[in-house]
């Protein structure tokens, strides 16, 4: 999703050639993507019935959860819901950007994207992802603020504030994505225009590029990225400092125990969401293969997403039982 800027990292001191070089090559005007063209022919069928599985359960999975808080009448008409709505939105879209082009790329013999698709795709990818890290981040300061300002908090979690928050969460997202998509196609690419991924990887195509200022634009979004993503996890982590040390102080082992099942879907899916990408790109170097490197990233693009609602599902009890009055009546009518 959006911790592949990890990746740039690698490349921060590997200057491409000089610009007076770049002019011998012509402008690349699409690109090809490898994807899993390098895998066994055999294994493509079952890698996309997985992955299809996979992308349509992500889909289902939110959408139900989102049906489920907006037809429960009252009870799930709280900033926690409603954050949880924004996230799954936030969800199947980043889904959306990212895994069909590669589903219909691993039955097709014709790889190539547009530069305007790529670019299309790196914005999507990068704008919901970045509001999925902002909304996580959201969600911690909701419990931070019910679990260590209890009193306060119909105040401070208003309707309009939370409708406030996700507006800055998405906007957030949306200038992240809009940052990083400009400066990587204000490149000049040459040459070469294979990309050894299968969807627009910033890291692939900055590989790509050339020209003197490739360098520099590259130490600028790694600033832009890391800086968004790193605050929001520290912020996140200061949450759950405070929300801790409140439980602590609550004296009986039932209370405590209550209290911090309201945190447990969230911070599992924070647990889920970087513990995967870190995993990915913060092990350490090695002869790791190119089609490894390629099924390490699909457990944080395809993977982590369908985690999501069944996380939610089963570590949420409320939303849990929500569900299940929601299917009985639907379906006891007829069995009756």
Not at 251 to 264: I, Q, Y
Request: aromatic share 14%; net charge positive.
């Amino acid at each position: 999703m959006n911790l592949d800027i990890l990746f740039l990292f690698a490349i921060v001191n590997k200057t491409p050639g000089a610009s007076s070089s770049a002019q011998n090559h012509s402008t690349v005007s699409e690109f090809i993507l490898i994807g899993f063209s390098n895998f066994p022919q055999q294994l493509l069928p079952t890698f996309f019935l997985l992955y299809l599985l996979m992308y349509l359960f992500t889909l289902l999975g939110n959408l139900l959860i989102m049906v489920t808080v907006w037809r429960e009448e009252h009870s799930l008409h709280t900033p926690m819901y409603l954050f949880l709505c924004a996230l799954s939105t936030s969800e199947i879209l980043f889904t959306v950007a990212v895994t069909p082009h590669m589903l219909v790329d691993m039955l097709s013999v014709h790889h190539s994207i547009s530069f305007m698709a790529c670019a299309s795709q790196m914005f999507f990818s990068f704008t919901f992802g970045y509001t999925h890290s902002f909304l996580l981040m959201v969600m911690g300061y909701d419990r931070y603020v019910a679990i260590c300002h209890p009193l306060r908090y119909s105040v401070l979690m208003s309707t309009h504030g939370c409708a406030r928050l996700v507006s800055w969460s998405w906007a957030g997202g949306s200038a992240v994505g809009m940052m990083v998509t400009l400066i990587i196609f204000h490149l000049t690419f040459c040459g070469s225009n294979v990309i050894q991924h299968f969807f627009c990887h910033v890291f692939s195509l900055l590989k790509l590029a050339c020209g003197d200022e490739t360098s520099s634009l590259t130490v600028v979004v790694i600033l832009v990225c890391v800086t968004a993503l790193m605050g929001c996890l520290f912020l996140i982590v200061l949450s759950y400092i405070f929300i801790v040390a409140a439980i602590l102080r609550i004296p009986s082992a039932e209370g405590r125990h209550k209290t911090f099942s309201t945190c447990v879907s969230h911070l599992t899916i924070v647990i889920v969401h970087y513990g995967f990408a870190s995993i990915i790109y913060l092990r350490p170097k090695g002869p790791h293969s190119r089609e490894s490197n390629m099924l390490m990233t699909t457990t944080y693009t395809v993977f982590t997403p369908f985690l999501s609602p069944i996380i939610f599902s089963l570590r949420n009890k409320e939303l849990k039982n929500a569900m299940k009055k929601s299917f009985h009546r639907k379906f006891s009518p007829l069995s009756s």
